[in-house]
C-alpha cells in the first residue's frame, strides 16, 4: 500500500525575524497535522543584490532590507528543529546557499528543498544531492527542458532521492493557472516521485493533485494574513491549514483502493436497492412459468433479474405463494 502523502506546512519566512512566531508557526502545523513544517532558510546576501547600480548611481534594494531585517540567525534553526523533534514533526527547509545545504545536512533533515528559483542552479542542486539525502526541487517558471537538466545535475552526483514538485509560480494562483496535468508529464517522463505546491487560495486544487497520485503537497500558512511581510497575503491562517490538511486526508482516503470494492455498508444497501423474482400470484405445483408469473421487484431475492431465463419455461415442483422469492432448487 502507498505510503502517506507527505504534507509540507510551508511556514517560509512567515515568522519576520522573531523565533517565538516561528515555534507558533510549528505548533500551528502540529495542530493541523502536518507531516512537516518547512522553513526558508534565506542568507540575503547569498540571494540578493544589496543595491543595483543604475547608469551613474546605485539604489537600495529594499527586498534585500527587508530580508535581512527578517532573517533568524543560523542558530535559531537549530532550536526550532530541536522543538519540531519534541512536537514530533519533521523539520526541513529551503535553501539558498551552501550554508543553508550544510545546515541542512548536519540537522539530519528529512529532505533538503530547492525552490524554483534555483531549478537553474547546478551548483546548489549539486550540492544538495551530494548529501545523498532525499530532494524537493521545486519547478516554477521551467520549461520541460530545464527541469531534465536539472535532473540531469542531480542523479550525475550518484543519488536517485528526487521528488519534483509541480508548482506554478504565481501568488495566488487561480485554479485555471494550477495546469494540474503537467503532474502525470512528470511522473511518466522522469519516474521520480512528484509532489503539487500549492499556491491557489482553495483546496480544491490540492484534492485534484492528490487525486492524480502526488506524494508531497506543500502549503504556505501563517498566523496572520494582515500582517507585514512577503509571503503572508496568499498564505493560510491556522483554522484554513487545519481543514487544508484535513481535506487532502479525506480525498487520500477516497482515493483509496478498496478490495473487494463491495463494502460491509453498501452490501446493505445492496439488499434493498436490488431487485429479486418473486411470485406474481399464487403457483400451482406443475406449473410451467412464463413471465406473467414472475415479478422483479425490490428487495433482492434469490434469484437476479438477469437470471430469470434459468426459469422460464420450467415446472415448478411444489406450490408457490404470492411473493415469495423463486430459487433454482422448486423449478425443474
Same mark, same amino acid.
Given at each position: 500500500?502507498?505510503?502517506?502523502?507527505?504534507?509540507?506546512?510551508?511556514?517560509? $519566512?512567515?515568522?519576520?525575524?522573531?523565533?517565538? @512566531?516561528?515555534?507558533?508557526?510549528?505548533?500551528?502545523?502540529?495542530?493541523?497535522?502536518?507531516?512537516?513544517?518547512?522553513?526558508?532558510?534565506?542568507?540575503?546576501?547569498?540571494?540578493?543584490?544589496?543595491?543595483?547600480?543604475?547608469?551613474?548611481?546605485?539604489?537600495?534594494?529594499?527586498?534585500?532590507?527587508?530580508?535581512?531585517?527578517?532573517?533568524?540567525?543560523?542558530?535559531?534553526?537549530?532550536?526550532?528543529?530541536?522543538?519540531?523533534?519534541?512536537?514530533?514533526?519533521?523539520?526541513?527547509? $529551503?535553501?539558498?546557499?551552501?550554508?543553508?545545504?550544510?545546515?541542512?545536512?548536519?540537522?539530519?533533515?528529512?529532505? /533538503?528543498?530547492?525552490?524554483?528559483?534555483?531549478?537553474?542552479?547546478?551548483?546548489?542542486?549539486?550540492?544538495?544531492?551530494?548529501?545523498?539525502?532525499?530532494?524537493?526541487? $521545486?519547478?516554477?517558471?521551467?520549461?520541460?527542458?530545464?527541469?531534465?537538466?536539472?535532473?540531469?545535475?542531480?542523479?550525475?552526483?550518484?543519488?536517485?532521492?528526487?521528488?519534483?514538485?509541480?508548482?506554478?509560480?504565481? #501568488?495566488?494562483? @487561480?485554479?485555471?493557472? @494550477?495546469?494540474?496535468?503537467?503532474?502525470?508529464? +512528470?511522473?511518466? #517522463?522522469?519516474?521520480?516521485?512528484?509532489?503539487?505546491?500549492?499556491?491557489?487560495? @482553495?483546496?480544491?486544487?490540492?484534492?485534484?493533485?492528490?487525486?492524480?497520485?502526488?506524494? #508531497?503537497?506543500?502549503?504556505?500558512?501563517?498566523?496572520?494574513?494582515?500582517?507585514?511581510?512577503?509571503?503572508?497575503? #496568499?498564505?493560510?491562517?491556522?483554522?484554513?491549514?487545519?481543514?487544508?490538511?484535513?481535506?487532502?486526508?479525506?480525498?487520500?482516503?477516497?482515493?483509496? $483502493?478498496?478490495?473487494?470494492?463491495?463494502?460491509?455498508?453498501?452490501?446493505?444497501?445492496?439488499?434493498?436497492?436490488?431487485?429479486?423474482?418473486?411470485?406474481?400470484?399464487?403457483?400451482?405445483?406443475?406449473?410451467?412459468?412464463?413471465?406473467?408469473?414472475?415479478?422483479?421487484?425490490?428487495?433482492?431475492?434469490?434469484?437476479?433479474?438477469?437470471?430469470?431465463?434459468?426459469?422460464?419455461?420450467?415446472?415448478?415442483?411444489?406450490? /408457490?405463494?404470492?411473493?415469495?422469492?423463486?430459487? +433454482?432448487?422448486?423449478?425443474?
Amino acid at each position: 500500500m502507498k505510503q502517506e502523502i507527505h504534507i509540507i506546512a510551508e511556514a517560509g $519566512s512567515n515568522h519576520n525575524g522573531k523565533i517565538d @512566531t516561528a515555534m507558533k508557526l510549528i505548533d500551528t502545523a502540529v495542530l493541523a497535522k502536518a507531516n512537516s513544517v518547512k522553513f526558508q532558510i534565506i542568507h540575503p546576501e547569498k540571494l540578493y543584490l544589496p543595491k543595483f547600480f543604475n547608469e551613474d548611481r546605485y539604489i537600495i534594494n529594499q527586498v534585500f532590507n527587508q530580508r535581512d531585517q527578517w532573517k533568524l540567525p543560523d542558530e535559531a534553526y537549530f532550536e526550532l528543529a530541536a522543538y519540531c523533534k519534541e512536537k514530533n514533526i519533521f523539520f526541513s527547509a $529551503s535553501v539558498f546557499d551552501r550554508r543553508g545545504v550544510e545546515m541542512l545536512d548536519v540537522l539530519d533533515v528529512d529532505y /533538503i528543498k530547492i525552490a524554483s528559483c534555483d531549478l537553474n542552479n547546478s551548483f546548489l542542486i549539486k550540492l544538495a544531492a551530494d548529501t545523498g539525502r532525499t530532494v524537493i526541487i $521545486s519547478t516554477g517558471m521551467a520549461q520541460l527542458g530545464e527541469i531534465e537538466k536539472a535532473v540531469q545535475d542531480f542523479t550525475s552526483m550518484g543519488n536517485n532521492n528526487l521528488v519534483l514538485m509541480h508548482c506554478i509560480s504565481v #501568488y495566488p494562483c @487561480t485554479l485555471s493557472q @494550477t495546469n494540474l496535468s503537467f503532474i502525470d508529464l +512528470l511522473k511518466n #517522463y522522469f519516474g521520480f516521485p512528484v509532489g503539487f505546491s500549492d499556491h491557489s487560495e @482553495t483546496n480544491l486544487a490540492g484534492a485534484i493533485a492528490v487525486s492524480k497520485g502526488v506524494d #508531497y503537497i506543500e502549503k504556505h500558512f501563517t498566523l496572520n494574513r494582515d500582517a507585514e511581510g512577503f509571503d503572508h497575503a #496568499y498564505s493560510m491562517e491556522p483554522n484554513q491549514m487545519i481543514h487544508y490538511v484535513s481535506d487532502m486526508r479525506a480525498c487520500e482516503e477516497a482515493c483509496r $483502493s478498496r478490495f473487494p470494492k463491495i463494502q460491509e455498508n453498501e452490501t446493505e444497501v445492496k439488499k434493498r436497492a436490488r431487485r429479486g423474482l418473486y411470485a406474481a400470484h399464487d403457483l400451482e405445483v406443475g406449473r410451467r412459468l412464463n413471465e406473467e408469473d414472475i415479478l422483479m421487484v425490490r428487495p433482492e431475492g434469490k434469484l437476479y433479474p438477469n437470471e430469470v431465463e434459468l426459469i422460464v419455461g420450467k415446472k415448478t415442483l411444489r406450490k /408457490i405463494n404470492q411473493y415469495e422469492p423463486i430459487s +433454482l432448487g422448486i423449478v425443474k
